[in-house]
């Protein structure tokens, strides 16, 4: 049985919104969090982008739930060594109950500074490098590293929790699924396949978690809910490596009339059908996931926490063997 969790949204939500539902969410029995780590939303409709650790420290004191950044990218905007410290602090906030989710990112948040963007394997050799230069930090000993793309000189984070920050890693491919195996403490992904599961465990996971997420609109106007996602979450079905390499939230809008709205219905839960929403959540299940993250699209929050406090986490409940 997985353990089930919220998705927090810092692409479509600001700070204290995010707190409020991180609320909601544990008031409604969901076990854990997931937020997302932007420096740009997708699109301009949705509209926000808080600073992931500043609300990861308010998160420490309004809710006893674990965090898990989905995901992190500490290779371009921001030095692995000050992901470190943030990683470390935010550990020490939520006594231990913080994991690191880390992928090779987007370009859409990580070309900000000038830097180039560099290809598929070039970004997972900094990826695998940067988790090895953290994994150093959370020691509390003082680091050097010198490597291709990296360099510490005399670093310390005196601010650590009892145990290292446990860091999963964020794949989509086989390539990155194999970097997950070989050195992430946990494999996190946004589909239910079975096949990349069996890839992370077969490779070196052994038996880490394996974490997963979706994103669904309740309402009770399927339509409205269709028109919701559609509005704000287009990008989610834009094929091939688009979302890895656009730079910036128009570029994704002017490919908006890609997604139709029977594409959005037909591959997005939308509305307030309770076996469509269980079946999302079960699917991962199924595919041998041990976490499992719901984010709700638009604004019915409240309407949403209600639906699953009430009807979509206790029918999930009812299929522990």
Known sequence: MPEYGYFLSSEEFGPSDLVEQA????????????????????????????????????????????????????????????????????AVMTEGRFRLGVGSGEALNEHILGDAWPPTHIRLEMLEEAVQVMRKLFTGEEVNHSGPH?????????????????????????EATALAARVGDGFVTMAPDESMVEQFRRGGGGTKPVSGGTKVCYGLDRDEAVRTVHRLWSNQLLPGEMGQVLPSPKHFEQLEPLVTEK???????????????????AAFADAGFDHVYVNQIGPDQRGFFDFYRTKVLPRLQERIP
């Open 263 to 281: 594409m959005i219905s037909e591959n997005t839960v939308c509305g307030d059908d309770l076996d469509e929403h269980v079946s999302a959540l």
């Open 150 to 174: 990296y360099t510490v000189h005399n670093a310390r984070l005196y601010t650590v929790p009892d145990e290292p920050v446990p860091i999963d890693v964020s794949g989509f491919g086989p």
């Open 23 to 90: 609320r909601m969410a544990e008031q409604a029995g969901f076990q854990s969090l997931w937020i997302s780590d932007h420096y740009h939303p997708w699109n301009d409709a949705q509209g926000q982008s808080p600073f992931v650790w500043s609300v990861i420290g308010a998160l420490s004191e309004a809710v006893s739930l674990p965090i898990t950044t989905a995901v992190t990218c500490p290779t371009v905007r921001i030095h692995p060594a000050v992901v470190a410290q943030a990683a470390a602090t935010s």
